[in-house]
Nanobody, 126 residues
Framework: QVHVVESGGGLVQAGGSLRLSCSLT????????MGWFRRAPGKDREFVAA????????YYSDSVKGRFTISREQDEKSNSLQMNSLKPEDTAIYYC???????????????????WGQGTQVTVSS
């Protein structure tokens, strides 16, 4: 069984930065594509960022492009999400996820992800 462990959430003022981390543990393969999604109060879950299995492509939502950076760690089963220039509208529970397979046509679709973390709260005050 694969477990997804997130860390790094917290409270920050607008304009500040936070770094989220995510690792896969358990019965894992050597490499995974991974992504982050978030759910704000009263809103649907939305895609934030992801990278593909090969690690040569990254994907970002328009709302975070230029401010957030997703990076795969050397073990290829972990990643970090560096969030800069945070805005109050970034307030949400952030979820790390990974698909079981290698290649997908749409890394923005949460239905393609099999393993999900419990989520970590990010709160940005104005």
């Amino acid at each position: 069984q694969v477990h997804v462990v997130e860390s790094g959430g917290g409270l920050v003022q607008a304009g500040g930065s936070l770094r989220l981390s995510c690792s896969l543990t358990g019965r894992t393969f050597s490499r995974y594509a991974m992504g982050w999604f978030r759910r704000a109060p009263g809103k649907d879950r939305e895609f934030v960022a992801a990278f593909n299995w090969d690690g040569d492509m990254t994907y970002y939502s328009d709302s975070v492009k230029g401010r957030f950076t997703i990076s795969r760690e050397q073990d290829e089963k972990s990643n970090s999400l560096q969030m800069n220039s945070l805005k109050p509208e970034d307030t949400a529970i952030y979820y790390c996820a990974a698909p079981a397979g290698r290649y997908y046509s749409d890394y923005l679709n949460p239905d393609n992800y099999d393993y999900w973390g419990q989520g970590t709260q990010v709160t940005v005050s104005s």
